[in-house]
């Protein structure tokens, strides 16, 4: 039997339950296993979340400051252990813009998020009274996270919410729990019991988890169909929600461009974690001047990345997380090719690992489920264009609006164009470079609320008004 990664329930390691198998993509081993959290499980940890809520939102800020940088070194000193975990569970190589990458944002993001503050307004103070605005932890929050990014996403939950003098209970995927598991384990070391918690389950603690009476708040990150779930479960009993959702995020090229040096760019935001990133480049529209050159730009950076399992050394791409994803993208491939896309390199892979080749197509126009969908994975569409107005109005008609970048040799005219497109982050010269101090979500389907800053941290608490 391989190695079961407790869940952490009031300070302490709980293996109570039936456990089931995680899954390395690479090998199609088992990565080790995890405990089948029951509704009893949960209780426990609302209950434990609960007493600890009473001293830690009521500690000083500069305590739990102190005790978020703690988490940072923790992090740090763990780093290896961490990252090797994440590659086995996750598939992504331990190099590249990988595991170790992914480790080294928890720690970065971490200790950036420590050193924010939330201090009191006076809104008012005069003759006529005064108005005083606190901003007030609100209580028990649950985290439900997937399986793409799910350290540094499980971070992005956590850091902020105790930082706020919240308590956390999170959830990670049923494919990638392990290292969650491990993170919060290791934390413990810098908090009191019961103030981060993480309950592991094969699938049905979700949906239990937005109807719990003693979880106040649901931050999600996921799917849009689950994030329309969380909603309506939370709406039951008016819980607070974040819902940080998926993206389509189009990328316009202008003809102005020097193919040979946004290349590389260009790659990392279409295949950034083999495309398995919310706010991944998903569409690209390149203007015809320089389409030909572009793709061939594209595709010679994509023929020399190596693939391979994550725990080599040598890889720098690894395989689809889990065979679910990987249909869908051999679906949406398919479907471009058969409505008369061309292929450039790549293709419809034909072998029974998850090792799915960088796809890159051209000819991809709306209809195609390549464009109208979130393909989640190792492919990317093409879509030649000629009228700026036309391809903005293409961009912006998307019911995701999590991302979005322009590319271009003069500043001033992708800057202009930036103001026309309608995301939550749009991006000039690069794609999807997410930063702990630059507030991030989504319009539209993609979301409701902001992570990361002072922008971020507001969502973990109520506003609260004294008037004298
Ligand atoms: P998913 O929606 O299938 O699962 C996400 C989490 O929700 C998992 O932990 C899962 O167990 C849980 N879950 C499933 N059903 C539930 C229910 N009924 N109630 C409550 N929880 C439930 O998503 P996924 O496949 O793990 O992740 C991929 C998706 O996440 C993509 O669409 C991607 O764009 C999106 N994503 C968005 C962001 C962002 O910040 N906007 C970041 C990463 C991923």
């Known amino acids: 039997m391989s190695k079961i990664y407790p869940n952490i329930i009031d300070g ?6 039936a456990t089931f198998d995680v899954i390395n993509p690479s090998t199609g081993e088992p990565a080790g296993c995890a405990v089948n959290s029951d509704g009893a499980a949960l209780d426990r940890a609302v209950a434990a979340a609960r007493k600890a809520f009473t001293d830690w939102s009521t500690k000083p800020w500069a305590d739990r400051q102190q005790a978020c940088a703690r988490i940072a070194q923790l992090i740090n000193e763990n780093a290896d252990e961490l990252a090797r975990l994440l590659s086995t569970e996750q598939g992504k190589p331990l190099n590249g813009v990988g595991a170790r990458f992914e480790i080294g944002g928890c720690e ?26 606190h901003r007030v932890p609100i209580g028990v929050i649950g985290a439900i996270t997937p399986w793409n990014w799910p350290v540094l996403i499980g971070i992005w939950h956590i850091i902020p919410a105790i930082l706020a003098g919240n308590c956390v209970i999170i959830k990670p995927s049923e494919n990638t729990p392990l290292s969650t598991l491990r993170l919060v384990e290791i934390m413990q070391d810098a908090l009191p019991p019961g103030v981060v918690q993480a309950l592991a389950s094969d699938g049905g603690l979700g949906p239990q988890m937005t109807d719990h009476p003693g979880i106040d708040k649901i931050s999600f990150t996921g799917s849009i169909p689950t994030g329309s779930k969380v909603m309506a ?15 389509n995020d189009p990328g316009i090229v202008l003809p102005d461009v020097d193919p040979a040096a946004i290349a590389e760019g260009l790659f990392w935001g279409c295949f950034i ?17 320089v389409h030909d050159a572009v793709v061939d730009a594209l595709a010679g950076v994509a023929k020399n990345m190596p693939m391979g399992d994550g725990l080599d050394e040598a890889s720098i791409i690894g395989p689809v997380q889990n065979r679910d994803q990987y249909n869908i993208v051999k679906d949406y491939v398919q479907d471009a090719l058969d409505k008369g896309a061309s ?10 690992d998850l090792f799915f080749p960088t796809t890159i197509l051209t000819g991809v126009e709306p209809g195609m489920k390549l464009h109208d969908l979130e393909q989640f994975g190792p492919a990317i569409g093409v879509t030649k264009w000629r009228d700026e107005d036309a391809v903005i109005a293409l961009a912006n008609d998307d019911k995701c609006g999590l991302g979005a970048s322009v590319w271009s040799g003069d500043a001033d005219k992708a800057r202009k164009l930036a103001d026309k497109i309608s995301a939550g982050s749009v991006w000039i010269n ?15 389907q993609s979301g409701i609320g902001v992570q990361f800053g002072v922008e971020g941290l507001r969502e973990c608490t109520n506003v609260k008004t004294i008037l004298s």
Not at 12 to 17: A, P, S
Not at 273 to 289: I, P
Not at 343 to 352: A, D, I, M, Q, S
Request: glycine share 14%; aromatic share 4%.
């Open 12 to 17: 302490t390691r709980d293996e109570t339950g």
């Open 273 to 289: 974690n083999n495309g398995q990133t919310c706010a991944a480049l998903k569409r690209l529209y390149v203007h015809e001047d």
């Open 430 to 444: 690069k794609h999807g470079m997410i930063q702990p101090n630059a507030p991030f979500g989504g319009v539209r």
């Open 343 to 352: 292929l450039v390199t790549g293709g419809v892979p034909e072998g029974n």
């Open 233 to 247: 479960g939370a709406a039951k009993d008016i819980k607070r929600i974040t819902l940080e959702l998926g993206g």
């Open 108 to 133: 970065a993001w971490t200790g950036y998020t420590a050193s924010l503050e939330l201090k009191p307004e006076i809104l008012q103070d005069n003759e006529e009274g005064k108005v005083e605005l």
